[in-house]
């Protein structure tokens, strides 16, 4: 698989599912701005407590073939592999479908991140250890400290600057170059 990095504020996603496993992807969905739905005929308290409040939407039932029709994302996040089964053969075939029981069986897997500002730091096995994944992906992010954090944003701003000059392509290629390299030279009062 490709790992890529995908823009879902605003996009539909469908967790067909209401368990601790759903509650862990709709709560990374949330926080990206997707609309959410989640398909299930029981879902953990803190759903309900989501869709009391409106942030997403419930449909007490379970996933028939229409479902996921107008889905972006479809997340099969149930404890019967039946079901999840079900909810592949519902899904199109553009449409990007994860399968939590069976990694192989949809056409994404979701991988362990942590974000702060513009560094994403995502680490996958596979599918083989979403806990190593998770170990990993935290051993990963503690070097970059808050002031990193500053140092990359002056650089994303100094990157626009540059390309947005009247500098050849070749030129611009340097300087983005010297600048990404550059980075213990920022303080954030640049």
């Given at each position: 698989m490709l790992p890529i990095m995908i823009d879902v504020k605003d996009k539909q996603v469908m967790i067909i599912g209401g368990g601790k496993v759903a509650r862990r992807k709709l709560s990374v969905?949330?926080?990206?701005?997707?609309?959410?739905?989640?398909?299930?005929?029981?879902v953990v308290d803190e759903i309900r407590?989501?869709?009391?409040?409106?942030?997403?939407?419930?449909?007490?039932?379970?996933?028939?073939?229409?479902?996921?029709?107008?889905a972006f994302i479809v997340i099969a996040a149930t404890n019967k592999r039946w079901v999840?089964?079900?909810?592949?053969?519902y899904s199109e075939e553009n449409q990007l479908l994860c399968v939590v029981d069976d990694g192989d069986c949809g056409n994404m897997q979701m991988v362990s991140f942590k974000q702060k500002g513009k560094l994403t730091i995502a680490v996958s096995t596979g599918g083989a250890s979403p806990?190593?994944?998770?170990?990993l992906t935290n051993q990963l992010s503690q070097p970059f400290d808050d002031s990193f954090i500053e140092k990359l944003a002056i650089i994303s701003s100094?990157?626009?600057?540059?390309?947005?000059?009247?500098?050849?392509?070749?030129?611009?290629?340097?300087?983005?170059?010297?600048?990404?390299?550059?980075?213990?030279?920022?303080?954030?009062?640049?």
């Open positions: 969905f949330l926080e990206q701005g997707a609309r959410i739905t989640i398909i299930s005929p029981e407590v989501l869709h009391e409040e409106k942030k997403i939407v419930w449909i007490k039932r379970e996933v028939l073939p229409d479902d996921v029709s107008k999840n089964e079900k909810v592949k053969k806990f190593l994944a998770k170990k100094k990157r626009k600057e540059v390309k947005a000059s009247d500098l050849s392509e070749r030129e611009k290629r340097k300087l983005l170059e010297e600048i990404s390299y550059k980075l213990d030279d920022y303080s954030s009062d640049y």
